[in-house]
């Protein structure tokens, strides 16, 4: 394996997001010999930190990874710190310095990756300043790692990209969906096009619907304010669901590679149908968690939470119907459903088939459940997290003297010790970057093309300022208009974790 050189400058190095992820993917990649030798890190930041202090908090990051203390501290002796305020141009300067320092003493190259780690309010000012102040003047490739959220609407996108693609080609810009580093996220197109079985029936011939779930239990934590401003559908409709819808409804792409999958993705979500306030009316749920309880736990209401506002209209929940108008798909509703405080944190994806066009068991009945014979309709279930694994369930026949069918699932999880060892998305995310690979990244076409679908949604809840937002006790799959969203459709949803606990009278 060849170590990358390069040189690694964070913007937000003191940040959470740095400290929790960044340092601790960074180390995992030098432990596996992607980085070794020729490679240093500018740490950037408001405040006043020493090089010492700095490489203490790394240590402190990746403490429970090390196998020595040695490994540990040679790794750390690559981070450099630099106080500075990225609206001061000034500072600029000394950035420029140290880099051109760096690079001359690891031999990087003039390989340059800046990782925009911080609020998205200074995404333009910073590269704006890395052009402006001759931090891209260097030899080697410049390429620079943007966090989400990009934009909080197609136009605020559409501006932000602007500032951007001024600066770095749009080959150079990896937008970061951290979803599309998980190993099961990856799987799909394993999945899908490894396996003729499914291959040859992923359309409309064959699939009845598809059920997107992203559940999380946790509320919205310390993270009210922001999420205040944000909501379910921006925070996780436009970025992971659409990603993952993509991936689930694209053609086969030519070749297993970058342009061909992009390609695929975006005609995709370019055939999503796009609603009016009519439409959105129709097919699409919010709702809000108000207090409940589950397994003897009490959760407060959204709008107790601390730095949510007490009349809140922000959606914890969302569920929805898209229609993807195209030959393959047309007529097959993509169930979506996400939110916070939901009774289990979970990701998974149910394909669920057609039933046969004739039931040769109707005229058979089973004693003892006294109902006719009715074959369930066969689901595969692609497990994201955190469970790893896919299911596919079948009917087979019970064993006994009367002709009863009998559900059965072919199951497979990943162990945990696969589990454990599984790369974090954001190491595999870094190092695709290293290697100047985009294809777990967002384009700017798909990153605009959700916003004008998200965008549509968002305006026709906006404009209605009066009706009542759903509400859903914490702890349940939200509220009853997400049930009854699929049963006009005469469909349920697969994944309905409550019904355990409400057997157990826990809910
Ligand atoms: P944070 O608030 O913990 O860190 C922000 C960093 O920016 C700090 O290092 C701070 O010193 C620095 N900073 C602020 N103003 C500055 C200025 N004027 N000049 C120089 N430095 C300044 O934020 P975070 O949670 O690490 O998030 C960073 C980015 O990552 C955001 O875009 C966020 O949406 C994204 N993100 C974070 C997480 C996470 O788990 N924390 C997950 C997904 C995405």
Redesign the pocket.
């Known amino acids: 394996m060849q170590e990358k050189k390069v040189l690694i400058t964070i ?11 960044l340092y601790p993917s960074l180390f995992r990649l030098y432990q596996k010999g992607h980085l070794k030798d020729q490679f240093a890190v500018i ?5 006043p930190w020493s090089n010492e202090k700095y490489r203490e908090v790394i240590l402190a990051s990746i403490a429970n990874l090390a196998s020595s203390e040695e490994q540990a501290v040679t790794f750390a002796s690559h981070f450099y710190y630099q106080s ?5 141009t000034n500072h600029y300067a000394t950035l420029k310095n140290l880099a051109d320092e760096l690079d001359r003493e690891y031999e990087l190259d003039g390989n340059r990756l800046f990782y ?5 309010t ?2 333009g000012t910073i590269v704006n300043h890395l052009k402006s102040q001759g931090m891209l003047t260097s030899e080697g490739y410049h390429r620079v790692i943007i ?3 990009f934009g909080t609407d197609f136009a605020t996108a559409e501006a932000l990209n602007k500032e951007i693609t001024n600066v770095f080609d749009e080959s150079e810009i990896y937008r ?1 969906d ?1 979803y599309l580093g998980k190993e099961m996220i990856q799987s799909i197109s394993a999945v899908r096009f490894a396996n003729m079985l499914f291959e040859a029936m992923w359309n409309n011939r064959y699939i009845d619907n598809v059920q997107i779930n992203l559940a999380e239990n946790l509320g919205v934590e310390e993270r009210g304010g ?1 999420y205040d401003q944000s909501g379910a559908l921006k925070d996780m409709v436009q970025n992971h669901i659409l990603q993952v819808l993509a991936l689930l409804a694209m053609d086969p792409p030519a070749a297993f590679n970058e342009a061909e999958i992009r390609s695929e993705k975006i005609k995709a979500l370019r055939a999503i149908r796009l609603y009016d306030e009519e439409e959105v009316a129709k097919n699409f749920v919010r709702g809000q968690y108000v207090e409940g309880k589950i397994a003897g736990r009490k959760y407060q209401g959204y709008k107790e939470e601390e730095n949510v506002n007490p009349d809140s209209r922000t959606e914890t929940f969302v569920a929805g119907r898209f229609y993807i108008d195209n030959f393959r798909w047309s007529g097959v509703p993509f169930y979506v459903r996400t939110g916070k405080r939901m009774t289990e944190k979970g990701t998974r994806i149910n394909i669920v088939f057609k039933s046969v066009p004739i039931n040769l068991f109707s005229h058979s009945f089973d004693e003892e459940k006294q109902n006719l014979q009715k074959p369930e309709p066969n689901v595969l279930t692609i497990y994201i997290q955190p469970t790893e694994g896919f299911s596919l369930s079948l009917n087979g026949k019970e064993v006994g003297n009367n002709f009863n069918l009998l559900p059965v699932k072919l199951d497979y999880r990943n162990s945990a010790e696969i589990i454990a060892n599984t790369p974090e998305a954001y190491e595999k995310l870094i190092l695709d970057s290293l290697n100047g690979d985009g294809t777990n990244f967002t384009h700017w076409q798909e990153v605009a093309q959700s916003w004008k679908i998200v965008d549509q949604i968002r305006k026709a809840w906006d404009n209605d300022t009066t009706s009542e937002i759903p509400t859903y006790a914490a702890g349940t799959m939200g509220p009853d208009e997400a049930f009854h969203l699929i049963a006009e459709d005469g469909f349920e949803w697969v994944w309905q974790p409550d019904n355990w606990y409400r057997e157990r009278g826990e809910l």
């Open positions: 913007f937000g190095g003191t940040g959470d997001l740095a400290q929790r992820k740490g950037t930041a408001r405040r500075h305020d990225v609206n001061d925009l780690a911080m609020s998205p200074f995404f966090e989400k959220p970061i951290h922001y």
